[in-house]
């Protein structure tokens, strides 16, 4: 029988909060598996990934997590079947982010003005612009003074700072004259042993700017050495032993070989410096200088060997020769200023690395197959790319991913609307061209006539509006002189209270109840509309206003919601309980999976509900009846089917304390009509909704489909 593959995510509450790079490890292990070096996600787990028929990402531009909730009840087929929700961080630089700092991705329009999978999805381009290098430097050659650290990069990358508090002690070479382009550069490598202290060094290399080597020089560490990292280091215990130099040697030698001018090039210099105990003012980083996104860097080997086309840190060699390193390092700055920028980025470093990795992946796998089913497989040149990304990994495979809609991507990652494409016509062509693709990216939009600032503005005051009329309750009346405690203590067992005030227009006394979570104010209603409470039998009430008249509807479909699914809501908890006190107490309750204790945002006290995970839908049912009359450390506990489990609690919370306003509204308040854009967009995101339906119908079985919701921004 066939596997089926599915996602398992773990988060759950204040957890279902998720960034970019966290996307990216999700899409990149569901296209790749586990060859190119893709792993499992590091916050969710996709099982039998290599059963996954396609990865499909579905992008509705303009549009945020505003949108969903304030089209909740149109969004009728995506709320249903999608089970995972989390919130996505912005990023400015959207589409990019999808896939990593990729290449320049356009769709290549065909006379309907969509791409076709026999489209290439990443040109064949010699435009350079989007390279982190051209991006960072310029296209023109500079002089050496061009490339050294400033004071800002030396701290952000932890060099050795004069005047820093964790340099104490340390060795300033005073090297203070103006450095020009003509100063003489040199290279710096040591190799380090584990001590008892931390890394210490063990040997010293130092080379000039003809690659002649000045000092090549063991050391003797002060403490006792843990690990002499052999391998890499190629120190051993019996190299040690008649050695007398000690660091203190190595650092006044340095300060009398360095001319007062001289700059300092190693690749990653900043741990050299640190094991040296020594701080430098003019360095070149050879692996900051070869420039990649995202804070990546380019290893020295394979720098040497892409850019100089040398071979160091050989394998048969036992550890790296710090000279050699050094000599590269050297040798790759030097390479870098000659050059140019231009020049360098034409190398295109990181498709040279994926068809090297790729070519190690062939050989890996080649090397379990019988000798006589073994195909050479010569790779095509790969596109010439300015910016790889794991996509590339697919296309240099021959598997091509698709991009359709109307949204072009510049190299700076700006959209830019093609408004000659509808979202019809990107259905139908989504609808024939999906199935043919393993990767597909297709973008639905709802024009730019949607995304003006006042619109955005009074949808999101509407949506706040709406949420506070459904966080708060009415109840009353109650005698002239009743208990205003009594009453809090009462509601407050539903869950937490934001804002209590008391109405006085009235010929008798009302309180208006502003709660943290509709799950309270939801309980408050059904178990305290025509109770007694503080000497009087009242009625329980939401706000009668325009926004809350399909209030009942919208608290059915969020019970139905698939994200609420075997989860309850349990109110009346001592604030005193703990976590580990809640598990132990419903630790009897049958498929328990995980719980999650709501805090205040800002003060990060607990309130004193909390929400309960089952596996079954059943068991969830079965626990609302088990915990009916229970009590917990002499307080009785209410519960319900869960409305805003997930990150909608958290959404809620910020909406509400976004601008400070406290209490409820005014009972009775003028209804008003839907403005017609308004009226537009909910008709427009039905149809989106059923264009969704549609496409998520028409994919294979075992698709991962992920639908995003970037925003505006």
């Not at 990023?91 to 356009?106: D, I, P, R, T, V």
């Not at 209590?500 to 305290?528: F, H, N, W």
Request: charged fraction near 25%; aromatic fraction near 8%.
């Amino acid at each position: 029988q066939e596997k089926s593959s599915r996602l398992s995510a773990a988060l759950f509450g204040e957890d279902c909060e998720i960034n970019h790079d966290q996307l990216y490890e999700l899409l990149k292990y569901a296209a790749l598996g586990k060859c190119h070096n893709a792993t499992q996600p590091s916050w969710c787990r996709i099982y039998h990934q290599s059963h996954l028929a396609g990865v499909v990402v579905i992008v509705l531009h303009e549009m945020s997590q505003l949108h969903f909730y304030k089209f909740y009840l149109q969004f009728k087929h995506l709320r249903r079947v999608f089970r995972h929700r989390f919130t996505l961080t912005p990023s400015a630089n959207f589409l990019a982010s999808l896939y990593g700092e990729g290449a320049n991705l356009k769709p290549q329009n065909t006379a309907q003005g969509l791409t076709s999978t026999s489209s290439e999805c990443i040109p064949k381009s010699s435009d350079l612009q989007c390279d982190p290098i051209i991006r960072k430097y310029g296209e023109k050659k500079r002089g050496l003074t061009s490339y050294t650290l400033t004071l800002e990069e030396q701290k952000k990358n932890d060099y050795p700072i004069k005047g820093s508090p964790g340099c104490k002690g340390y060795i300033y070479t005073e090297c203070d004259q103006q450095r020009t382009d003509s100063s003489p550069l040199f290279g710096l490598d040591c190799e380090m042993c584990l001590t008892a202290k931390g890394n210490e060094v063990t040997r010293v290399s130092l080379v000039d700017a003809q690659g002649q080597c000045l000092l090549n020089e063991l050391v003797k560490p002060e403490s006792t050495v843990v690990n002499y990292r052999t391998r890499f280091s190629g120190i051993t215990k019996k190299m040690l032993l008649p050695v007398k130099t000690r660091l203190p040697d190595i650092q006044t030698r340095l300060k009398k070989m360095l001319p007062h001018d001289a700059v300092l090039v190693g690749h990653s210099l900043n741990a050299d410096l640190q094991a040296l105990e020594m701080i430098h003012p003019s360095v070149i980083d050879t692996s900051l200088l070869f420039a990649r996104n995202e804070g990546r860097r380019f290893k020295l080997k394979f720098l040497a060997k892409a850019v100089l086309g040398k071979e160091i840190q050989c394998e048969q060699k036992l550890g790296h020769d710090p000279a050699e390193d050094a000599r590269a390092a050297l040798e790759l700055a030097q390479f870098f200023i000659e050059q140019g920028p231009a020049k360098v980025a034409e190398l295109n470093l990181e498709m040279l690395l994926t068809t090297e990795k790729l070519a190690e992946v062939s050989q890996n796998k080649a090397a379990f197959q019988p000798q006589e089913c073994r195909v050479q497989k010569q790779l095509n040149e790969p596109p010439h790319l300015s910016k790889p990304c794991f996509l590339d990994c697919l296309q240099v495979t021959g598997q091509k991913p698709l991009l359709l809609g109307g949204q072009d991507l510049d190299f700076s990652g700006l959209r830019q609307s093609n408004l000659s494409t509808s979202n019809k016509q990107i259905l139908q062509r989504a609808l024939e061209d999906v199935p043919l693709s393993t990767f597909s990216i297709i973008q639905f939009s709802l024009g730019p006539e949607y995304i003006a600032s006042h619109l955005l503005a009074g949808l999101c005051e509407k949506v706040r509006s709406k949420l506070t009329d459904m966080l708060t309750i009415y109840a009353g009346p109650f005698e002239e002189s009743f208990c205003l405690k009594s009453v809090k203590k009462e509601f407050g067992r539903c869950g937490p209270i934001q804002s209590l005030t008391v109405v006085t227009e009235t010929y008798q006394p009302y309180v208006c109840i502003q709660y943290e979570v509709l799950e309270a104010a939801q309980l408050a209603v059904e178990s305290l509309n025509g109770a007694e409470v503080a000497g009087s039998c009242i009625k329980v009430q939401r706000p009668v206003t325009a926004a809350v008249l399909d209030c009942d509807v919208l608290i059915k479909e969020l019970e139905l919601d698939v994200e609420n699914e075997g989860v309850i809501y349990v109110a009346g908890l001592k604030k005193s309980l703990t976590e580990m006190d809640l598990q132990e107490e419903f630790s009897q309750l049958k498929d328990l999976e995980t719980l999650f204790l709501p805090k205040d945002l800002q003060s990060g006290k607990q309130r004193n509900c909390c929400f309960l995970k089952f596996q079954k839908s059943q068991s969830a049912v079965d626990a609302l009846e088990v915990i009916k009359g229970w009590t917990v450390k002499g307080s009785k506990l209410r519960s319900r089917h869960a409305l805003a489990s997930g990150h909608l609690w958290r959404w809620i919370w910020q909406m509400n304390h976004s601008n400070g306003k406290q209490g409820g509204n005014i009972l009775y308040e003028k209804m008003e009509q839907l403005s017609d854009s308004e009226q537009d967009l909910r008709k427009k995101v039905k149809k989106l909704d059923q264009h969704i339906k549609k496409l998520y119908r028409s994919l294979q079985n075992n698709t991962l489909c992920v639908v995003l919701f970037p925003g505006v921004n």
